[in-house]
């Protein structure tokens, strides 16, 4: 069933749990994230960037969340913008179909950040479409990083409440050192859990983790034994997952964990029977892969049975 984004967190902002929200760029993913929310009983938010639109079609990927929603009626679903960049791509994935968007103005000012944030709130709202933003940069804190430095990269608690109270946002990402990729932490990952709380007490939104994926080991070793690097890549530990969970996160993005699973299972197939062509004997085992992260994380952080 597809709902707007408030409708899942809203829930989960009230029982204390995290909801997976997982990136797709062509139907294997989709119909991964599907079959694993099925096997968890779980809700879910599906989500597109920019980039992902470009290569699918905006048209495309409302279609098939829509088709996989029916096919699974008692799943609530939002299909989600992740990352717009601007009011008319936002106004774009609206009008398309989309049941939540995020406007992503986190790397202006604090200013121009609630201009263009209020901006979206307002059109946003008179769909019923939920609105995500962003505050503080996603850059990872390093064991070196003074307090100066940390406090200009990570969310300010006081503006948190300002910025929410202000724009009318549905749900907060707040930086509190996480990055995007594979390779998010010099040296032991280190995430700003006291200022997490914090935002959590001021503003009592939903929250959102970003660059949240894990690489768990099993993962790592596949893709490394299929042949890919991975260097001296660090997740997000799943305590920390937890952790923050029990913080305040509501919504957790989740992206690169299901590339580094389907990828590696691809690759063995090719390195298997190299004279295999058929796409069906490469697929088929890269989104069980991806089911086996996400059922597991939908447990890990609390969105199982939760429907």
Do not use: W
Not at 12 to 30: D, H, Q, S, T
Not at 163 to 175: G, H, R, T, W
């Amino acid at each position: 069933m597809l709902v707007f984004g408030h409708e899942i967190l809203d829930k989960a902002n009230k029982e204390n749990y995290g909801v997976g929200a997982f990136n797709f760029v062509n139907f294997e993913m989709l119909n991964a994230i599907f079959t694993a929310a099925n096997i968890a009983n779980s809700p879910i938010f599906v989500q597109a960037s920019e980039g992902a639109i470009k290569y699918m079609g905006a048209d495309i990927a409302v279609s098939m969340v829509q088709t996989l929603a029916q096919r699974y009626p008692h799943i609530p679903v939002s299909l989600h913008l992740d990352h717009g960049t601007s009011f008319e791509s936002c106004k774009k994935a609206i009008e398309a179909g989309f049941s939540s968007v995020m406007i992503d103005a986190s790397h202006y000012d604090f200013d121009k950040n609630l201009e263009m944030t209020s901006k979206v709130v307002d059109m946003a709202h008179s769909y019923g479409v939920s609105v995500e933003a962003e505050l503080g940069r996603l850059m990872g804190i390093e064991d070196n990083i003074s307090v100066d430095e940390k406090d200009a990269v990570l969310v300010n608690p006081d503006e948190a409440k300002v910025f929410v109270e202000k724009s009318k946002v549905d749900f907060l990402a707040p930086a509190i050192g996480t990055s995007h990729g594979a390779f998010k932490f010099k040296g032991e990952p280190k995430l700003d859990f006291e200022r997490l709380k914090k935002v959590k007490e001021l503003t009592k939104i939903p929250l959102v983790l970003h660059g949240a994926s894990a690489i768990p080991d099993y993962v790592r070793e596949s893709f490394i034994e299929s042949g890919g690097e991975l260097g001296n890549s660090k997740g997000v530990p799943f305590s920390f997952l937890q952790e923050a969970v029990r913080g305040g996160i509501n919504k957790v993005n989740t992206d690169t964990d299901l590339r580094i699973a389907f990828m590696a299972e691809v690759r063995k197939v090719a390195n298997n029977d190299r004279s295999q062509f058929d796409l069906r004997k490469f697929f088929t085992p890269a989104q069980e892969a991806m089911v086996k992260v996400m059922v597991e994380r939908m447990e890990l952080l609390g969105s199982s049975n939760k429907i």
